[in-house]
């Protein structure tokens, strides 16, 4: 048997399970290993880490024809834009576990070459898991990741921006300046509660504020030196809520107001304007995600509504990210590019941190509700639920935000929670 008889029939089957049949021209994949390489002064060679490799990219040119092949085109375009998980039935490398990745674009030559259409789509190859469960240390490997988003962000913040002219320099510079001063007036509260976080935090703060004037010709290095003052007060041991609040606060900062939305056409102001925003909203998702890893969960609601907030966030971020590209590409004479490459690794991380999250909820402490039969001491009630009043008395009073007279006496009638 050739490789003739091995090819089979193309198709995609939508998350819906609509199954379209297509034409094809050449195919081919690509795949990346995620490594990183580290050269040492005191050593001969490098060390190359290995952390596996990405999904793979399936880019193809589908082909439709006959006389009804503008609906057949549009119904695949349906499909492909449907949200979800699909299929890929590749003529040449098997079913695959998709979602058609970035732009989708559609020819039509209605004068050269009429009674067919073009469309232009690239499948990347998906894990299928919303929240994938680690097989190593789950730390490290949200850390690799983030580390990878950081490297990826920088380079494609500095690719993108346009700094050609004194004009441009400015507007630039006083945009960058009035977000990164929102970031630190919300961010350097959470900063101060641990002496070693103020002191990096205040050091990375000082240095951009210093040397803004010669930061902007190195976009990347600014970029890089931004997204370890968003990322360091993440890592204070205090309350966790209240960083995940600041994080989302500061997404939400981003994402609305009448500046959110990118104004349609060319002006470099337009497109530096949003990938500076850009840069600022993804990153403050990876600080509620380095948030959540340094952190110790007690029960069951906290890992699951932790793992909520940073997959809402996301989600608000993805969206928002959609709207400024569609107003963008409106122009005719400059479209905003966006390779992927650092979305990917944003929500590799995003995923990670969730399925973490979930992963270790199994084996917190579930929330139960009582409702009190009759007046009862809060040393009572915790030596009844709890079975010990060291270190559980203050845990049943916060947990249930308990005040005033009830911290003598809980009334009849009052749901209580706690956590075996």
């Not at 050269?112 to 190593?136: C, D, H, K, R």
């Not at 850390?143 to 507007?171: H, K, M, P, R, W």
């Not at 007060?233 to 309350?239: F, I, K, S, W």
């Not at 497109?271 to 110790?296: H, P």
């Amino acid at each position: 048997m050739s490789w003739i008889d091995r090819l089979q029939e193309a198709a995609y089957i939508s998350p819906s399970g609509v199954r379209i049949v297509f034409n094809y021209e050449n195919v081919k994949r690509a795949v990346s290993k995620k490594t990183t390489g580290f050269e040492f002064p005191d050593a001969d060679g490098t060390f190359v880490q290995d952390l596996g490799r990405s999904g793979r990219r399936y880019p193809m040119m589908v082909i439709f024809w006959g006389n009804d092949y503008d609906q057949q085109a549009s119904s695949f375009e349906a499909a492909l834009i449907e949200r979800g998980i699909g299929k890929l039935e590749h003529p040449l490398y098997g079913t695959i576990d998709v979602v058609p990745f970035g732009t989708i674009t559609r020819r039509d030559d209605l004068k050269t070459a009429s009674n067919q259409a073009f469309i232009n789509v690239s499948f990347w190859e998906t894990i299928g898991l919303t929240y994938p469960a680690t097989q190593t240390d789950p730390g490290n490997e949200i850390l690799a990741a983030i580390q990878d988003y950081n490297t990826s962000a920088s380079i494609a913040f500095g690719e993108s921006i346009s700094l050609d002219t004194t004009v441009e320099q400015v507007t630039f510079e006083n945009t960058y300046q009035a977000i990164s001063d929102v970031s630190v007036n919300v961010l350097q509260p959470i900063a101060d509660t641990q002496s070693n976080i103020k002191s990096s935090f205040d050091v990375i703060k000082d240095s951009i504020d210093n040397s803004i004037d010669q930061l902007i010709k190195e976009p990347i290095i600014l970029a890089l030196q931004t997204i370890q003052l968003i990322q360091t007060p993440a890592r204070a041991l205090t309350n966790i809520t209240a960083r995940l609040v600041a994080y989302g606060n500061l997404i939400t900062s981003i994402i609305s107001g009448k500046q959110s939305i990118a104004k349609p056409g060319f002006d470099s102001k337009n497109f530096n304007d949003f990938y500076t925003r850009d840069l600022y909203g993804s990153t403050y998702v990876t600080g509620s995600i380095l948030s959540t890893i340094n952190n110790t969960f007690f029960t069951k609601p906290e890992a699951i509504a932790a793992a909520e907030v940073i997959l809402n966030q996301m989600d608000a971020i993805i969206n928002w990210r959609d709207l400024n590209y569609k107003s963008l590409n409106d122009s005719d004479f400059r479209a905003a590019i966006d390779t992927g490459d650092a979305y990917q690794k944003l929500q590799e991380a995003v995923a990670l941190t969730a399925g973490f999250l979930i992963e270790i909820s199994f084996s917190l402490k579930q929330e139960w509700t009582i409702i009190l039969d009759r007046d009862r001491t809060i040393v009572d009630l915790t030596a009844e639920l709890y079975g010990e009043i060291d270190g559980k008395l203050d845990f049943l009073i916060d947990s249930n935000n308990l005040s005033g007279s009830e911290i003598i006496e809980i009334p009849r009638g009052r749901a209580i929670v706690y956590y075996v």
